[in-house]
């Protein structure tokens, strides 16, 4: 009977399996149209100024539109889309995307902003990324000091001496490089000197734990990722920012840039377009 029973799990168990693993498929098979039907949008995220208030820059993040499925996320299609080698085009899009909508902004008379674009492991390995970022640069006519190239720790763990040599190259062309969700991923704090970053993002898990009860020993993850962004002369730019106490917390502790929910979502292109329009007129931390 137990035996039975064991068996019984385990069919249970493969059955699970098999189902994520067709719906894995299926989403592969949907994703490998995507691009051709036009279902990518990108969002933007506005970055703010904690000091001033202002509006200074904004992060692109994709959005896929299933004509079914509706809006998926992408903390289910990245993963999918990276395990299947699609990434590559898919990411390749939102980069020329993304540098061609904020050059037109630019052109429109809005005030230049520089954009942050999310890479995956998989284009920062690839061999002619310093060259598809140049001719998209070029195509779309904007400055490399209008981009910036978001990457987790892990990536610069892998392949270390090659990614360092692309960023380098990167770098030197003018462009920023940000390493996202900073604390988050198993590394040694020795590679911060040995990679040409301009930027530390704390990752919202650090933010969270920020409370506004007087009790700072809560943040101390946050504070000292700050503390560290000075010392070695990069910008910090704190993620999923959602209270007010959150907000003065960074302020005080001299985090002068964030991203999040109490300031913004990600929104589209349109709604972001007014956001440009009233920038320097609006404060984001006044009103809160
Ligand atoms: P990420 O780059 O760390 O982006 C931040 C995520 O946090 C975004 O989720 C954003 O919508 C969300 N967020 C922002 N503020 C808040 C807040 O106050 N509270 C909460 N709870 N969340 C907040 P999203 O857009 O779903 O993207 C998830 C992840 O997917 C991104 O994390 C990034 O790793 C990846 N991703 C998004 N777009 C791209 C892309 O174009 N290429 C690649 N390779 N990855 C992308
Ligand atoms: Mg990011
Ligand atoms: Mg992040
Ligand atoms: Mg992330």
Not at 27 to 39: I, S
């Amino acid at each position: 009977r137990a035996k039975q029973q064991g068996r019984n799990t385990w069919q249970l168990h493969t059955t699970a399996m098999n189902q994520h693993a067709a719906e894995r498929l299926l989403m592969e098979n949907h994703l490998r149209k995507a691009l051709e039907r036009r279902e990518f949008l990108v969002y933007y995220q506005p970055k703010i100024d904690l000091m001033t208030g202002d509006l200074v820059g904004m992060e692109a993040l994709v959005r896929w539109n299933h004509s079914i499925w509706g809006l998926v996320s992408p903390a289910k299609f990245i993963p999918v889309a990276e395990d299947s080698g699609l990434i590559q085009p898919i990411g390749e899009w939102v980069l020329r995307t993304a540098c061609d909508q904020t050059k037109r902004w630019q052109d429109a008379g809005l005030p230049p902003m520089r954009i942050a674009v999310n890479l995956s492991a998989h284009q920062v390995e690839q061999a002619n990324l310093v060259e598809t970022v140049q001719s998209i640069l070029q195509e779309t006519g904007l400055e490399p000091r209008y981009l910036e190239l978001e990457l987790t720790e892990s990536i610069l763990m892998q392949n270390t001496e090659t990614v360092n040599m692309t960023l380098r190259r990167l770098r030197d062309m003018g462009i920023s490089i940000a390493i996202d969700d900073f604390g988050t991923g198993y590394s040694s704090l020795s590679y911060l000197h040995r990679f040409p970053i301009t930027c530390l993002k704390i990752d919202q898990s650090f933010v969270r734990r920020i409370e506004g009860n007087g009790d700072r020993t809560d943040g101390v993850i946050a504070k000292a990722v700050i503390a560290l962004a000075h010392n070695l002369d990069l910008e910090v730019v704190a993620e999923g920012v959602e209270e007010k106490s959150q907000m003065q917390f960074l302020r005080d502790e001299g985090c002068s840039l964030a991203q999040g929910f109490l300031f913004s979502k990600p929104v589209p292109r349109e709604e972001f377009e007014i956001l440009l329009t009233k920038a320097g007129t609006t404060s984001y931390t006044e009103s809160i």
